[in-house]
């Protein structure tokens, strides 16, 4: 292939390689705005948690994200972070968890808020064993934010008020519950807990001085603890370091969780199953929508079509090759290429070709044109005067079109003089 030829193919391929890059660009998927909230360790948007995640690390304790459910999967860590989950850990799971947290384990929870389609509130398994419920609001219920005395929440500046708050369910309810789930009993619901320990306060609310709710407490449970949080979005990344509530949390964590253990972030129940990379996300791209499988295929097209432009399809033959034979003669090699310069119509390079014997008899270089040809035939007759042979080639070049009859006649006749001196 020629210079030319292949500065040629190589601005193709860069052509089409600069087109894909653009038409893979206008054709991306359109991003989607985070409209859903959740409280995930992967995310640094302001619903996320990265940033607690991130303050635990720096006060030395290792975080890790939990891709995998709670139960029948890696064992319980001693410490776990659920905040608001998407995925309401099963009864399975409630009583896996609360088993490692009774053995010296450590909870950070924050319940998500699931209205139901009554007036009440729905409360999940979680909830239900450790008896807390929501509080629906009142006037006045949110106001007056006061923090507990307690060694967690020391020297702190006053505390914003939460968006909702718990409450501790009282006997009588969890009586009424457990009657109710009597009728339907389940043989994998091992969380309730026969007794559950009083919720300890951290932050209260209220205008009631004699009935104030919980944004925020502590609830023994055997060895370990449970913290629980009536909202998660103070430890997300928008409020974490404006509200003193993170830095209650993040007392407890330090507090209570041993300093071999790592801080585990329940992503599984925020709805994320595991790591996506971006090759990944290309092939999902190309391969799973419309757009990415009509660019692959152009793509594929286009660079098709190329190599069929610059592909050889075989070596050229002629319609006197012996069809008995794998090898041509001589005069049959020489007739299959004088056939292919006949309907090229090139029978100056092919008279130049037949001079390059000429020039290797007084040793130059062949001729490559015209001009050459008439200054090797006028350095012959400089050397040995002018010869019959010699004008015949002269004659044969001018004429139109070139004689290379009378050329290869000129050719023969000095080079046979020439062996008999």
């Not at 894909?20 to 054709?27: E, I, K, R, S």
């Not at 030395?60 to 064992?75: F, I, K, S, W, Y």
């Not at 925020?216 to 949080?229: E, K, R």
Request: aromatic share 6%; with cysteine.
């Amino acid at each position: 292939m020629s210079g030319i030829g292949r500065f040629r193919t190589f601005a193709w391929v860069g052509a089409i390689a600069l087109g894909a890059g653009l038409a893979a660009y206008l054709a991306r998927p359109a991003g989607r705005a985070a409209l859903d909230v959740k409280r995930s360790s992967f995310r640094t948007t302001p619903d996320g948690v990265a940033a607690f995640a991130r303050g635990l690390e720096r006060f030395g304790r290792p975080t890790a994200p939990r891709l995998t459910p709670l139960a029948d999967a890696d064992p319980v860590p001693g410490a776990l972070v659920l905040l608001s989950p998407a995925v309401v850990p099963s009864p399975v799971e409630v009583h896996a968890l609360l088993e490692r947290v009774r053995r010296g384990g450590t909870l950070v929870y924050a319940p998500r808020l699931f209205p139901a389609i009554t007036s009440a509130l729905r409360i999940t398994p979680l909830m239900d064993s450790l008896g807390i419920a929501f509080r629906v609001p009142r006037p006045g219920d949110l106001d007056q934010p006061e923090w507990v005395a307690h060694s967690l929440t020391d020297s702190l500046p006053a505390p914003r008020a939460p968006r909702r708050a718990i409450r501790w369910m009282t006997s009588r309810e969890l009586r009424e519950r457990r009657d109710a789930a009597l009728h339907e009993p389940d043989p994998s619901d091992e969380t309730i807990m026969p007794s559950p320990t009083p919720l300890q306060g951290l932050l209260t609310v209220g205008d009631d001085e004699d009935r104030r709710w919980t944004g925020a407490g502590l609830i023994p449970v055997g060895d370990g603890h449970v913290i629980v949080l009536s909202d998660a979005e103070p430890l997300s990344n928008g409020r974490v370091a404006d509200d003193p509530l993170a830095l209650v949390v993040m007392r407890a964590v330090l507090t209570y969780a041993t300093p071999a253990d790592t801080v585990f972030f329940a992503e599984f129940h925020q709805g994320i199953r595991g790591y996506e990379s971006t090759a990944r996300r290309w092939a999902g791209f190309v391969f799973g929508s419309a757009q990415g499988r009509t660019l692959l295929q152009l793509l594929l097209a286009a660079f098709v079509a190329l190599a069929c432009a610059g592909l050889r399809f075989g070596a050229p033959t002629t319609a006197a090759a012996p069809p008995d034979r794998e090898r041509r003669s001589p005069l049959e090699h020489v007739s299959a290429l004088g056939d292919l310069y006949e309907k090229a119509r090139a029978r100056r390079t092919a008279a130049l070709l037949l001079l390059a014997r000429l020039a290797r008899s007084v040793r130059r270089p062949p001729p490559r044109d015209v001009g050459e040809a008439r200054a090797l035939i006028d350095e012959l007759e400089t050397r040995r005067g002018e010869q019959a042979a010699l004008t015949r080639i002269r004659r044969g070049l001018r004429a139109d079109p070139v004689d290379l009859t009378m050329v290869a006649a000129g050719i023969d006749d000095h080079l046979g003089r020439r062996a008999e001196s």
